[in-house]
């Protein structure tokens, strides 16, 4: 038996598992489908405030209890799309204003959504991720930036 075929990390009694890490960050995982109806929801209210031209609202209603959790990549993606479309539909001119009436936590969520979107620049306007990081960066600082990639939540 060659000792490159053997999984070391299944034999470590301290190794975490992700179902035991999300446990602790996130807590009592809701059922997919309400999670997946949530999102829906939540699309639907955040079109509604930007037709009526409340981006304001719909950034921060776009930002709320976004979805953690391992099985729930379609609605990640779902949430994801709704908070492009927030902040492509918002002037650079109101970038700034907007970002420091967001709380320290919704800060965070945005931060982490900028990088979701920004790892697909494909699909989405990196130019405008990069105007909104930079804007967030100001106001947040880099201790967003460390929050952000040291969580192990992931949207």
Request: charged content about 25%; some cysteine; proline content about 3%.
């Amino acid at each position: 038996m060659s000792f490159r075929k053997i999984d070391i990390d299944a034999l470590e009694e301290e190794m975490f598992r992700q179902e035991e890490i999300d446990a602790q960050e996130i807590g009592e995982a809701r059922p997919q489908h309400e999670v997946e109806a949530q999102v829906n929801n939540r699309a639907q209210e955040v079109r509604s405030l930007l037709q009526r031209g409340n981006t304001s609202g719909a950034l921060t209603t776009s930002l709320q209890d976004p979805p953690y959790g391992n099985d729930l990549e379609a609605a990640k993606a779902r949430n994801t799309t709704t908070v492009m479309e927030v902040l492509n539909s918002i002037k650079v001119a109101d970038v700034a204003p907007l970002v420091k009436n967001l709380s320290i936590e919704e800060q965070d969520v945005l931060m982490k959504y900028l990088y979701a979107g920004m790892a697909l620049p494909e699909k989405y306007n990196a130019g405008v991720l990069l105007t909104w990081h930079e804007k967030l960066t100001e106001v947040a600082g880099q201790g967003c930036i460390v929050r952000v990639i040291t969580d192990r939540r992931t949207v």
